[in-house]
């Protein structure tokens, strides 16, 4: 058994054979590359679990071209706001327990004008920003 970590700081990486392992500490986007660094071999299959908490909107969109992400709210309130890639946009109010499915090529962002913690199932391949 490895020892306890905060889902906050040290994200989970769900890979093939149902390995799960712990991550280095998230230092922003730029993390991303050393994540694909590490996971090349099982990129396609997968997923980043890891925990956030925010007050404000976001400054950037991101967007995952590899699969879908889950967006689920843990506590407070928080919109979801998702571009398509044909333009259209949609935004998702979400509260405790609700979620919300960013499908793979969706840019996407949040606002929040309040505490917020949410939880986030990633597929990483490729992971992208802008400014918001």
Same mark, same amino acid.
């Given at each position: +058994? ?23 500490e ?7 590359d050393?994540? +694909? ?15 956030? $908490?925010?007050e404000e ?20 309130? +928080? ?10 946009? $949609? ?42």
């Open positions: +058994m490895t020892g306890s970590k905060s889902l906050f700081d040290f994200p989970i990486h769900l890979g093939l054979g149902a390995k799960a392992v712990s991550e280095p998230f230092t922003g986007p730029e993390w991303y050393g994540y +694909m660094e590490r996971h090349a071999g099982d990129l396609d299959e997968g997923r980043i679990v890891a925990m956030y $908490r925010f909107p976001w400054t950037s969109w991101e967007v995952h071209p590899a699969g879908d992400e889950v967006v689920c709210c843990i506590q407070g309130q +928080m919109t979801l706001h998702q571009e398509l890639p044909n333009g259209d946009k $949609r935004s998702y109010q979400l509260g405790p327990g609700d979620y919300a499915i960013n499908p793979p090529g969706v840019w996407h962002t949040a606002d929040a004008d309040g505490p917020v913690v949410a939880l986030f199932i990633t597929a990483g391949k490729g992971t992208e920003n802008r400014p918001r």
